[in-house]
């Protein structure tokens, strides 16, 4: 069994008092979450809730002509599965692990049990649910009215909030998917970063050379989204 305060590094996880981490325990299991993984998709009965420690999941909405966007992503701050929380049974969106690591997966009822007896860790977990929802809004606002290089800027700053170095290891394929552009488009916008001396971009690997270029050539949506989550998970 890992170290037992390992899944803490899970921020809901972490908000668990005593008892309910007593009776929640027992029930995590340790999973390798790597790249591409499909973790869930659209109207699909939810089993199991992911609290991510060091792997970051991409949330997908997928569309009948098979184009997809992403419209959230979920690392050490959240779980995926929130729809279990909400009173829902299934996913409204695919999650695909879009950065390697690991996490824990509870079964759904474990998770629901403890819920009815904390009110406190019930009240976390929908107040992270609020916070999800305001980055889906504010994503769909970015992808409608900000450019590909500050969407990108926006993407990349997001990833860094929930990674502990300055490399993200990510196909280019995932990238556009997240972004809802064709590949030649995170090409352009991604080279564009790197003679502005922002990234370093090589197949599979961005490395963020210079953090505060970056914020200062992104719009306002990370700001904004980085925002709501402090207030609301402090």
């Known amino acids: 069994?890992?170290?037992r305060e390992e899944p803490r590094r899970?921020?809901?996880?972490?908000?668990?008092?005593?008892?309910?981490?007593?009776r929640l325990h027992p029930d995590l299991e340790s999973v390798s979450l790597g790249v591409g993984l499909v973790l869930g998709e659209p109207g699909e009965r939810v089993g199991h809730a992911v609290f991510p420690t060091t792997a970051i999941v991409s949330l997908l909405h997928r569309l009948?002509?098979?184009?997809?966007?992403?419209?959230?992503?979920?690392?050490?701050?959240?779980?995926?599965?929130?729809?279990?929380?909400?009173?829902?049974?299934?996913?409204?969106?695919r999650a695909v692990v879009q950065c390697a690591g690991r996490g824990w997966r509870v079964p759904a009822h474990a998770?629901?049990?403890?819920?009815?007896r904390s009110a406190a860790w019930q009240r976390q977990l929908l107040r992270y649910a609020q916070a999800l929802l305001a980055q889906i809004a504010q994503t769909a606002v970015c992808n409608r009215h900000h450019s590909l290089d500050q969407q990108l800027c926006r993407w990349l700053l997001t990833s860094l909030d929930r990674l502990e170095g300055p490399d993200v290891v990510v196909t280019q394929e995932l990238i556009a998917h997240m972004l809802g552009v064709r590949r030649e488009g995170v090409t352009e916008a991604a080279g564009n970063l790197q003679q502005a001396g922002l990234i370093r971009y090589r197949r599979g690997r961005?490395?963020?050379?210079?953090?505060?270029?970056?914020?200062?050539r992104s719009c306002e949506c990370h700001r904004l989204v980085q925002r709501e989550y402090e207030r609301l998970l402090p």
Do not use: K, Y
């Open 206 to 216: 961005i490395t963020v050379l210079d953090i505060d270029g970056l914020l200062r």
């Open 1 to 3: 069994m890992p170290h």
């Open 10 to 22: 899970n921020r809901l996880l972490a908000a668990l008092g005593d008892a309910e981490w007593q």
């Open 111 to 116: 998770l629901l049990d403890v819920l009815q």
């Open 64 to 93: 009948e002509d098979g184009g997809c966007a992403g419209v959230a992503v979920v690392g050490f701050e959240g779980m995926v599965g929130a729809c279990i929380v909400l009173g829902g049974e299934s996913m409204p969106h």
